[in-house]
């Protein structure tokens, strides 16, 4: 950790000023759950720190249109149990308390969590080259220990993930992020929130340095009674995603009326193909209709050794949760209604 | 003995207010005035030299003390026998912090900063740039298989395999009519205990050396301090009340002792060093092995040939020793045996002995190897194991000293239900879930050492028992209490054990499972002489209130002494010291292994474990949903710590068969997943039922007390019982571990 100064900001106004006069070496700090394990391993080494936790973004308000407005500074832990959120839109509930731990999602906030950084294991190790870290170091993920990297949409210059599991459900909700910055407010849909890699892969969002983020905006949507997060990990709670799925069905009887489907672990951002989910409408809801569409997600993919793996278990996955779809949210809920944290797969 | 006061009985950890109070300390939590902070640079290359490093521009920073390179530290012992400690190979260069330019492995420490706080010395070791001329490694253990060679040093605990094959395996094997043939992989782990290493070496107004240390032996970092820095004894104490687990990381002395010693002396000043969790996969850890099988069974199902060669990893300074392939001479009979044992030297850190070194990874692949060959055998598992029991151990051609591993058998498939298994794989679903049932043999030696047991009971009539063992979590303090309670007749609320201090009366480092044997068998004694020299002092006094009664004619129990048949005549300790005017009665014993009773017998316990496993079909992911351990280990003398022993190993069987790897990068040579998030050891979401049988054992041999110790018995075995449970859930051998998902697909 290098040394820093640290303000407290008390208005968005301010907090957008102090991060502008920082050039770039400025970091906002919410929950602080990635950014002070990132300042340890000297990854993160911002001069200046401005903490953002008085800021009055911490409620959950209905928004425009019958949606959901999230503040940037609830927990996690209550976004995933706020009773609105529950009803409307279980596959984020599912997607937030498949996370981390119950301690963690007490501290993380939905800011903090749009941004957290990737998993790679390169990426915090500050003594080997890493393109993300050190941009044109190199990256040696491709060729190494890369079971925690992507298939999907990476590059010569980085394979990484986003390793957020609401960020998927946001993907597949079409959430909105509102955001500030010196110019004032402006709203980016979540599709174009976070990037590939590409050459650039020091380049996570379209956020610029000073803008912060204030709220996230959830569209109404008619899925909430058959929405999923099925996240499989290499243990039964407190992993990342090894792939996960977050898969909502608009259904009329059998037939699909709507589809939307979302996947995480795979790719430097979640993963989503609005065209294979356009093959669902009109189609029953088994088995046989849900694989070309899983062919369809993981169409272009590439394995990289260790992960390879995940091109075939991201089809499967895709099947799992269409299916837990398809029988309906309600198989999720626990005895109270309320959707519980998933410890297995489902 | 028939009856008993205390043992056998479930006793609380009497250590246990301390814990959950805060107010046992660990090594890093102790605070003296004017204490500087060491903070470790880790070298981020494996091999090469070091050209340069800005240590003088480092030390220019604010706060910082002192920057400790190989250029700059003060020397210590030249010869490598002064590095070694009790558990070093005979023969090897034991690593030396901050010794040499060249580098030995990657994560290695390269420099010391010494400063006023913690956070100056964090701060400044970032900003330490080390310029290396990097030289090519090696890591890769399958790459280098074939530098695979015989070791060549010799290790205390270390058991060669016998160096002539018994019968004719390769004839044996050509003419069964039921093979397997495979190889089984199991990677390098790390210990990972909880409590990071640490040192606090005070550093006295005398020059000497009070030392805080994580350690599980602390007699052991005393005596390689003294031959490290030249010391004499009574310079140098160590101190390690509590320890946050331990595993076998903490039985050689660690980097971060010598750094602080290295720091104190040098700096004249009290240092504290202690490792970040990256650095703790810096040194020890279980050796990455492959193992090859040939096993052969006769037409009725008789094991009739074996060959099981393991290559195991090394480091290229010192060979790393553990018995791997000699369980599979003598767990089950089998007239035509071959055990090979190969090391290939790697530019790693030496390994380490980690909880049942080498038996763990030995029936590891031998157990599955044995499934495998029932399967071909058609017989179940079990029965197969039954028709081959072992009724003495042919590697030595010595009887067992006691073996109740049928009766483990017997009383954990009762209880699993294990008559109800369908013999073919794939035959029971549940849901989307397939479900598997597999079993496997456990064994351990049980050992007992030279130890040594001091008591003082005052007027009080108060006891203290001491030795300079530890507690590394298993619960040492509370069953030395209750040994110490039930052979002195003192109550057990007036006893207490110390331990973990230098300059207590002579223990072994707290390891393999041998501590209630060795010294558990010291403070035994040491309480029946205080009971003699009681006796003594009673006849010595005014009255003679025992009349003319014989010792054995005389009941010890709640601080009293009376005549059995005639119990009016009676006197308690405190009277007997108090009429002698003593103000304590002090004596200490040292308790020698019975050798030749067990130089006569293998002496062993013995686990049966079955487990029941859930797989998803279409997705791979594994549940553990049942396990049932019977475990033959002797007497029980605290059922309840011994019963979370059992339980914690079996966790980590779970953890060693799915979830543990320490990934390897070899264009680095360096240990990638080095954090908790990314080391996977399981979540209590990973934990099912857990049920532990311990089944009666009679054993003269092993110790006076009869314990055989169960620190490592738990884990042996549950990694193969899981494998096989999850071949027979799917129909897939998986030969390596862990068995993660992606395996199945
Ligand atoms: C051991 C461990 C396991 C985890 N497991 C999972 C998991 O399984 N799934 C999962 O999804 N996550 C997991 N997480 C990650 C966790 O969800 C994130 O750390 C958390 O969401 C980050 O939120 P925070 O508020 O603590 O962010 P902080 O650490 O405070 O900040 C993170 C980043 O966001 C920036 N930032 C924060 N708020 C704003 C804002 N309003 N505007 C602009 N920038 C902002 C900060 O400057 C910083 O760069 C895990 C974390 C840990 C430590
Ligand atoms: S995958 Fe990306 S984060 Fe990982 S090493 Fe390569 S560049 Fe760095």
């Not at chain 1, 793996?309 to 309320?338: C, D």
């Amino acid at each position: 950790m290098i040394n820093f100064s640290y303000t407290r900001a008390g208005g968005v106004a301010e907090a957008v000023r102090e991060k502008s006069k920082a050039n770039g070496a400025g970091r906002f700090i919410a929950g602080g759950t990635n950014l002070v394990d990132l300042l340890k391993e000297n990854v993160e080494r911002p001069t200046r720190i401005i903490d953002i936790t008085r800021l009055p973004l911490t409620t959950v308000e209905e928004g425009p249109n019958g949606g959901l407005r999230l503040g940037a500074l609830v927990s996690n832990a209550d976004t995933a149990y706020h009773p609105e959120v529950q009803k409307r839109y279980p596959a984020l509930a599912r997607a937030i308390l498949a996370g981390a731990s119950p301690q963690l999602r007490n501290m993380a906030t939905n800011g903090g969590n749009l941004l957290q950084r990737t998993r790679c294991y390169y990426f915090y190790d500050v003594a080997l080259p890493c393109n993300k870290r050190v941009p044109g170091s190199g990256c040696p993920a491709i060729d190494g220990q890369n079971r925690v990297c992507g298939v999907l949409g990476t590059s010569e210059a980085c394979i990484a993930t986003h390793p957020s599991d609401m960020c998927v459900a946001l993907a597949a909700l079409e959430a909105v992020i509102r955001v500030s910055g010196p110019n004032g407010e402006r709203t980016i849909p979540i599709a174009d929130f976070h990037r590939l890699p590409g050459s650039t892969p020091h380049l996570e969002t379209t956020l610029a340095a000073d803008e912060i983020i204030t709220a996230i905006d959830l569209p109404k949507n008619p899925y909430a009674e058959h929405s999923v997060y099925t996240k499989v990990r290499d243990r039964a709670s407190y992993a990342f995603a090894l792939v996960s799925v977050a898969a909502l069905l608009e259904l009329d009887g059998d037939t699909i009326k709507s589809a939307r489907l979302a996947l995480g672990g795979v790719a430097h951002k979640p993963w989503r193909l609005p065209e294979a989910e356009a093959r669902l409408v009109g189609k029953t809801a088994t088995k046989e209709n849900f694989l070309p569409v899983a062919e369809a997600l993981m169409k272009g993919a590439t394995g990289y050794g260790h992960n390879t793996f995940k091109i075939e278990l991201g089809k499967r996955a895709v099947v799992r949760a269409l299916q837990l779809a398809a029988k309906g949210t309600a198989a999720v809920r626990g005895v109270n209604g309320q959707v519980a944290a998933a410890e297995s797969v489902a | 003995m028939t009856t008993t006061e205390y043992l056998g009985k479930p006793t609380s950890r009497v250590d246990g207010p301390a814990k959950v109070t805060g107010e046992a300390k660990y090594a890093a939590e102790f605070n003296v005035p004017n204490l500087a902070y060491g903070y470790i640079v880790s070298s981020g290359v494996t091999r090469g030299t070091i050209k340069s490093i800005n240590a003088a521009e480092v030390e220019k920073i604010p706060g910082v003390l002192k920057v400790l390179t190989h250029e700059n530290a003060p020397k210590t012992a030249s010869l490598d026998r002064s590095h070694r400690d009790q558990l070093a190979s005979t023969h090897g260069s034991p690593f030396r912090p901050l010794y040499q330019a060249e580098l030995q492995h990657s994560l290695q420490p390269v420099a010391l900063v010494v400063a006023e706080t913690f956070e100056a010395a964090r701060y400044a070791a970032s900003l330490v740039q080390v310029e290396y001329e990097i030289a090519p490694h090696e890591t890769d253990l399958h790459g280098s298989r074939a530098k695979a060679h015989p070791p060549k040093d010799s290790r205390t605990g270390y058991v060669p395999p016998p160096k002539k094959p018994r019968g004719t395996p390769e004839e044996a094997f050509e003419k069964a009519p039921f093979k397997v043939e495979a190889e089984y992989y199991q990677p390098a782990e790390h210990h990972n205990p909880m409590e990071n290493f640490a040192s606090t070496c005070v550093y006295g107004e005398d020059g000497k050396l009070t030392i805080y240390q994580k350690t599980q032996g602390v007699q052991n970092c005393q005596e390689y301090i003294c031959s490290v820095f030249g010391l004499s004894k009574d310079e140098v104490q160590v101190i390690s009340p509590f320890m946050g687990g331990g595993f076998g990381a903490g039985l050689r002395p660690t980097h971060e002792l010598y750094l602080s010693v290295l720091a104190a002396t040098a700096l004249k000043r009290s240092v504290r060093v202690s490792m970040t969790r990256q650095q703790m996969f810096s040194f020890s850890h279980r050796p990455e092995t492959i193992q090859d099988f040939k096993l052969a069974a006769t037409p009725d199902g008789l094991l009739d040939s074996v060959t099981h060669t393991a290559i195991q990893e090394s480091s290229r300074y010192e060979e790393f020793l553990e018995t791997v392939v000699n369980w599979s001479g003598l767990v089950y009979t089998c007239p035509n045996v071959r055990l090979d044992h190969q090391l290939v030297y790697l530019d790693l850190a030496s390994p380490a002995d980690m909880r049942a070194p080498g038996a763990v990874t030995g029936l590891y692949g031998f157990e599955c190897a044995i499934d495998e060959l029932a399967y071909q055998a058609k017989l179940d598992p079990l029965a197969f194991r039954l028709k081959n029991y072992s009724e003495k151990d042919q590697n030595l051609d010595k009887l067992y000293s006691s073996k109740e591993l049928r009766e483990a058998y017997r009383q954990a498939s009762e209880k699993f239900g294990w008559d109800q298994r369908p013999l073919d794989p794939r035959s029971t679903r549940r849901g989307s879930d397939l479900i598997g049932w597999g079993m496997a043999t456990g064994c351990w030696e049980a050992m007992q050492g030279k130890a040594a047991a001091k008591a003082v009971l005052t007027p009080d009539g108060k006891l203290v028992v001491s030795s300079a063992t530890s507690d590394i979590g298993t619960g040492t303090y509370t069953v030395m209490t209750m040994i110490a309670a039930e052979f002195s007749g003192v109550p057990i609320e007036n006893v207490s054990f110390e331990l973990g201090d230098s300059s207590m009366v002579y223990s072994p480092v707290e390891g393999g499972s041998w501590t209630v044997s060795s010294v558990g068998s010291a403070v035994k004694t040491v309480c029946e002489e205080l009971k003699a020299r009681l006796f003594k002092l009673a006849g010595k006094m005014d009255g003679a209130p025992l009349g003319d009664a014989k010792v054995e004619d005389v009941t010890f129990d709640q601080g009293e002494m009376r005549v059995t048949k005639n119990p009016v005549r009676n006197v308690t300790y405190a009277e007997a010291l108090q009429a002698n005017g003593l103000d304590k009665l002090e004596l200490d014993t040292t308790e020698l292994p019975q050798l030749v009773k067990q130089m006569t017998h293998g002496v062993y316990s013995h686990s049966a474990v079955f487990v029941e496993v859930a797989v998803d079909e279409d997705l791979g992911t594994i549940h553990v949903t049942r396990v049932v351990s019977a475990i033959a280990g002797g007497r029980i003398l605290n059922p309840k710590t011994a019963r979370s022993q059992i339980m914690g190993a079996i966790v980590w069987g779970i953890s060693m068969a799915l979830e543990e790897e320490s990934m390897l990068d070899h264009q680095f040579g360096r240990f990638m997943n080095h954090n908790y998030a990314e080391y996977h050891v399981p979540v209590n979401a990973d934990i099912h039922d857990i049920e532990v049988i311990f089944v009666p054992e009679h054993d003269d041999v092993v110790n006076p007390l009869g314990a055989k110790g169960l620190g490592e018995i738990g884990i042996v075995g549950v990694a193969a019982a899981v494998t096989n449970a999850v071949w027979h859930a799917t129909g897939k051998r998986v030969r390596s571990l862990p068995v993660t998902l992606d395996k199945l697909l």
